[in-house]
């Protein structure tokens, strides 16, 4: 009885882990209330009223992030994300504010 369900419990955290894509991205700090807008003045206030830190890609497409505590204190800034990227959303490994752009 142990064995196939640790053989499933392997293979699905097999293939979860299978789905994500690692990803270089370079965009903007932002939260899910102002987005794309990418206004500090504005995110720091939504912040303070309940709202979530996002990433913004170079694109303008605003990613949800499984860990926006990694980009805490930088919103409005201009980063660097390492991470993986599953169904849309960012899982931040490794943050870089980018200076002079």
Do not use: H, Y
């Amino acid at each position: 009885m142990k064995k196939p369900l640790l053989m499933f419990i392997f293979t699905f955290v097999v293939s979860t882990v299978a789905l994500a894509k690692p990803v270089s991205l370079e965009g903007w700090v932002s939260d899910d209330r102002c987005g794309a807008k990418v206004n500090a003045a504005c995110s720091k206030k939504c912040l303070e009223q309940g709202a979530t830190l996002v990433f913004v890609n170079s694109d303008k497409s605003v990613i949800e992030v499984t860990n926006p505590d990694a980009f805490k204190g930088l919103a409005g800034e201009r980063v660097k994300v390492t991470g993986d990227l599953d169904k849309g959303v960012l899982t931040v490994s490794k943050v870089q504010v980018v200076k002079g752009k």
